[in-house]
């Protein structure tokens, strides 16, 4: 759009780059990935009355980690942002 080639792009987005920037892309994915994980085996394991029931754990369990990974990523970006401010 701007009329860049690729390494101009790069070099450009590769100078833009900061340190807090890289904290966030690793910290924030471990906690998406814990809460995932955690959810759908809690909810996972509590499964019962066959097809049924597997299925409004699997509804239960994409509710509650989607509004679960939105709340904790608000906390996190706050307290990451305070920290690299």
């Known amino acids: ?21 890289i904290v966030q892309g690793l910290v924030k994915p471990l906690f998406s990935g814990f809460i995932i994980a955690s959810i759908g085996c809690f909810y996972g394991m509590r ?6 029931g597997v299925g409004r754990a699997t509804i239960q369990a994409v509710v509650t980690a989607s ?8 906390f996190l970006t706050q307290i990451l942002l305070s920290l690299f401010s």
Do not use: C
């Not at 509004?67 to 990523?73: E, G, Q, S």
């Open 67 to 74: 509004v679960l990974i939105i709340f904790v990523d608000f």
């Open 47 to 52: 499964t019962s009355g066959g097809t049924e």
């Open 1 to 21: 759009m701007n009329h860049q080639d690729g390494p101009q792009y790069f070099s450009s987005a590769w100078e833009a780059l900061r340190y807090p920037d």
